[in-house]
């Protein structure tokens, strides 16, 4: 229970990857408000507890403070905040016009940004922590996602800037997910034998759990983590084995037996 005591808000915390960080800080005995657009099918519980969920959108920056304002002040303090609402859907870069791409952006980078500047004078008063939540898609090529990949590598960079800002009284950091199996996974890998297969490329052998990045956050929210600042944190089973591999001809079987 190393967080117990402590107040933390997980954006997006209802499903997927958010439900899964906001049940590991239930279970580190964290007092939890997890906010979204839309509540969740059924409560967020972890360890006999259960998170508070507020109807919230992110992209409106008054509705963001008064939010802040209230958890801080129900509370008497806030210590940690996880910037994890965002995502997009699959669409190449000519598929539409720049307004939609801009949306996207909007909601994972420029939405993060709100709720940490709305969150910073509690979290300063509380010597408290920011994770964000980024993706490999900010640093690798994102065909079909590239706002997205763009938005999570300006997260990184806002990321660290901000640990500099913000510092000494305030951590930020940023956790780097690969390959996560939530219930949308489907809608990503196909099948059971998509997911399997796409499995097979991560070195761990398996995608991530919404738990391993929740794990990772709460240690990057915790006192083990107190010199910590500033940096990245992959989370990604080894990462992804790279496509040249599979087409050297080095080291493979030459077929006749030898």
């Known amino acids: 229970m190393e967080l117990a005591g402590k107040a933390a808000v997980v954006t997006g915390g209802t499903r997927g990857v958010g439900a899964g960080i906001a ?36 992209r409106e920056p008054d509705a963001v ?10 509370r008497g303090h806030l210590d940690v905040l996880v910037n994890n609402a965002g995502g997009t859907p699959h669409r190449l870069l000519g598929e539409c016009g720049a307004e939609r791409h801009a949306r996207v ?4 980078l420029t939405a993060p940004l709100t709720a940490s500047l709305a969150a910073y004078p509690h979290l300063r008063a509380s010597g408290g922590s920011v994770v964000m939540i ?27 800037s901000m640990a500099v800002e913000w510092a000494p009284l305030v ?10 199996r939530t219930e949308l996974a489907g809608l990503h890998y196909g099948d059971e034998e998509g997911v399997a297969a796409v499995a097979r490329t991560v070195p761990l052998g398996r995608l ?8 990772a956050a709460v240690f990057l929210a915790s006192a ?18 790279p496509a040249f591999l599979d087409a050297a001809t080095v080291n493979k079987p030459s077929g006749d037996g030898e």
């Open 171 to 180: 951590r930020v950091n940023t956790l780097v997910p690969g390959l996560v």
């Open 105 to 108: 952006l909007a909601l994972n």
């Open 134 to 160: 980024g993706s490999v898609s900010g640093t690798r090529p994102s065909p079909g996602t590239a706002a997205y990949g763009a938005a999570k590598a300006g997260l990184e960079s806002l990321a660290r």
């Open 65 to 74: 403070q008064d939010f802040f304002d209230v958890v801080a002040a129900d």
């Open 224 to 241: 083990r983590a107190a010199y910590i600042t500033g940096a990245s944190l992959l989370v990604h089973g080894g990462g992804e084995r």
């Open 23 to 58: 049940r590991a800080f239930l279970a580190a005995g964290a007092d939890v408000v997890v906010c979204a657009r839309r509540p969740p099918r059924e409560p967020v519980r972890a360890a006999g507890r259960t998170a508070v969920f507020h109807p919230l959108d992110l």
């Open 208 to 215: 991530a759990e919404p738990s391993d990045v929740g794990e």
